[in-house]
């Protein structure tokens, strides 16, 4: 037990009177271990929930966010992944920073929620932003790393001569008087703005204390910072509306980590997740604030205009095919997502349902016993655990380049397998039933069986080629656990990248190599290749390369390394009526997943730059009217000077 000593030589025990006058030798006490997380409240959903008397006392909860000291937290806050910069340009003010290690912050769990306080709303994108960085690095086995900096070549700007490291994600609460919020890619930053409401009285709508919009941008970072091409993408109906959809996605799943929000909605709606709950919402404020009759989207339904009341949407097969729009059509992934976790939530709680109802499987009227309401909430918030982590986790499986929905379901399907060989509770069948529902069938797929969904592994033959890369690849992930920094990490990856490009460069310099390699990888090595009339060589980059160590649910290991190499051509348009006459660049990739215990390539996920079918559709799609293009998606991005998703969010 730690305490202090005092000289009682005398033989007396002394007493406390005594023992305040006697010479008292105090021994240093260590200092109590630092807590795991800091405790910070803020709001489950947006401030419009708490003006409601039956949501006001479940919609402020608290972040349990990764504890960073006083010597790693400055104020701002800023702190290792994050740099909160609170300057209002329509006002020209810089609001005082709020520092979340006073003593009087920290005794009461941060500042209260408030609308009017600048300081909290610094708090409240710190903590909501940390707590995405969270979910996204337990499911991936590593730590997040931003987009780097790219610095072009001033003779060629398409060519990139060095990636530099990005410490932090800049976080703008009060960046513009304007009812948008986006995830800026060339300043690796998050702008929310704030406007009044036109649609409600209650005065200034400020995205920054929106859960949904906040989880929304980051997830918009952390995807940019896997897969930058995406985000060069974007214009392609299925790329933006990934982007789109998988933002929504971790939004409305990280609802369910909220447990008294959880235990209301489960108690208001008796356990059936198929009724309209707060859960599948997002942005409700925001919804309201630019005219809606309800949030700015719902995962279950809508609300109907003429009747003013909310109906569940059922799926359409035929929506895949034809709404091209990127938010209504990532709305069919959003939705095809859900679908998928009620339906795993349906099997987990039906025995709790046939126990509460004697057999009958039909509850009794009025309100479900306390008990009840805390069993189905644990299964509610644990399926939506293993569904989100199961979506995170497949990004690793995805291509680098020209992603479709189709290719998500696979990477959902292969990784799921690879970490979880048994699937007890059928939670891929849940997944594949929702995808085939909605008319989203893979290209090149065996089937929608589980096994014809997995990636196809490759050859032996293609093994043995690569065996003696793997060897030099073998001790990178080791390296990288020890280092003490982030930054360490970015540089030892850029180094490992460097010299990943030289050995593949030696290898395909031999013919023999070539072949196998362009069978491996889908791109193109041998010089005197002709990829649909450009007859220029390609340079292909190591786009990324990142270790992943996941523990799966029966303790196994997966020790990975994930690798996506791209290469690019630039051709022509088809000259057309509304045409502009400029070029395109045409993009290929794939991804190798490394299984670092066996030393083999278990998987390549390839976007062949030789597949004419996706060259041809490319084409046709950029070589069409520009002007009823530019309706849909806005303008194009060119090199990251725009801002591709303020254009996409606009109105959204």
């Known amino acids: 037990m730690k305490g202090f000593t005092v000289d009682d030589s005398d033989g007396d025990t002394p007493t406390m009177d005594e ?23 803020g709001y489950a959903f947006d401030p419009s929930l708490s003006l409601e008397l039956d949501t006001a006392l479940v919609n402020e909860v608290v972040f349990k966010v990764t504890w960073e000291g006083a010597d790693k937290l400055g104020v701002g806050p800023v702190g290792e992944y994050v740099e909160v910069v609170d300057y209002d340009p329509g006002t020209k003010y810089f609001y005082e920073p709020v520092d979340l290690n006073d003593p009087l912050v920290l005794a009461q769990d941060g500042l209260s929620p408030s609308e009017s306080n600048p300081q909290f709303h610094q708090q409240m994108v710190y903590a909501v932003v940390m707590t995405t960085i969270d979910n996204f690095e337990r499911a991936l086995g590593r730590k997040a790393l931003w987009a780097s900096h790219k610095v072009r070549s001033r003779e060629d700007p398409d060519k990139i001569e060095e990636r530099q490291y990005v410490p932090r994600l800049r976080v703008y609460p009060h960046a513009m008087p304007d009812l948008n919020a ?42 940019d910072g896997m897969y930058d091409n995406y985000a060069d993408q974007l214009s392609q109906p299925d790329v933006g509306a990934f982007h789109e959809a998988f933002a929504d996605i971790v939004a409305l799943f990280q609802h369910f980590s909220f447990p008294e929000v959880l235990r209301h909605e489960v108690a208001r709606i008796r356990g059936n997740l198929h009724l309209e709950n707060l859960l599948s919402k997002l942005a409700a404020q925001l919804g309201a604030a630019i005219g809606l009759d309800g949030a700015l989207r719902d995962a279950l339904g809508e609300i109907d205009r003429e009747t003013k009341k909310w109906v569940a949407l059922k799926p359409d097969p035929t929506q895949y095919q034809n709404v091209l729009e990127p938010h209504a059509r990532g709305a069919i992934l959003v939705a095809t997502i859900f679908d998928a976790f009620v339906s795993i939530y349906d099997r987990r709680v039906a025995d709790l349902i046939r126990i509460a109802t004697g057999g009958s499987g039909i509850l009794p009227e009025g309100a479900l016993h306390p008990d009840l309401v805390n069993r189905l909430s644990k299964e509610a918030a644990t399926a939506a655990q293993h569904v989100l982590h199961a979506c995170v986790r497949a990004l690793d499986y995805c291509p680098p380049v020209d992603i479709d929905f189709g290719d998500y379901l696979r990477a959902i ?14 939670y ?11 008319g989203i069938y893979p290209q090149h797929a065996h089937g929608l069986s589980v096994d014809g969904l997995i990636w196809p592994k490759v050859s032996p033959q293609a093994n043995a080629l690569f065996r003696p890369i793997a060897k030099k690849l073998r001790d990178f992930p080791d390296r990288a656990k020890y280092f003490a920094t982030r930054e360490e990490a970015f540089e030892e990856t850029q180094h490992m990248k460097e010299r990943l490009e030289e050995m593949l460069k030696e290898h395909v310099a ?89 030393l083999e390539l278990t998987y390549s996920i390839v976007k062949s730059i030789r597949d004419k079918a996706r060259w041809k559709a490319y084409r046709d799609y950029r070589s069409y009217d520009p002007s009823l293009r530019a309706t ?21």
């Open 428 to 438: 891929r069948v849940a997944f594949i039933e929702a995808f085939r529902r909605r």
């Open 19 to 41: 023992m305040r006058t006697k010479k008292v030798r105090r021994k240093k006490a260590n200092p109590a271990p630092p807590p795991a997380f800091r405790r910070l409240r």
């Open 413 to 426: 399907i292969t990784a799921d397998v690879d970490i979880v060989p048994d699937d007890e509770r059928g």
């Open 182 to 223: 986006y995830y800026s890619p060339d300043k690796v930053a998050l702008l929310f703005g704030y406007a009044l409401s036109s649609m409600d009285a209650r005065g200034h709508v400020y995205t920054c204390l929106s859960h949904d919009i906040i989880a929304h941008e980051t997830t918009h970072a952390l995807l």
């Open 510 to 598: 031999n013919p023999e190599c070539a072949k196998h390699f362009e069978k491996i990888t889908g791109l193109v090595f041998s010089p005197d290749s002709n990829i649909f009339g450009n007859d220029e060589q390609p340079d292909f980059e190591v786009n990324s390369l990142q270790p992943a160590r996941r523990v799966g649910p029966d303790g196994r290991f997966l020790n990975q390394l994930v690798i996506t190499l791209t290469q690019s051509t630039e051709h022509p348009l088809i000259k057309t009526k509304g045409g502009d006459g400029e070029g395109f660049v045409f993009k290929g990739g794939c991804t190798l997943i490394l299984d670092l215990d066996k």
């Open 632 to 652: 849909y998606f806005g303008a194009l991005p060119h090199h990251g000077v725009e801002e591709p998703f303020a254009i996409l969010h606009r109105g959204y």
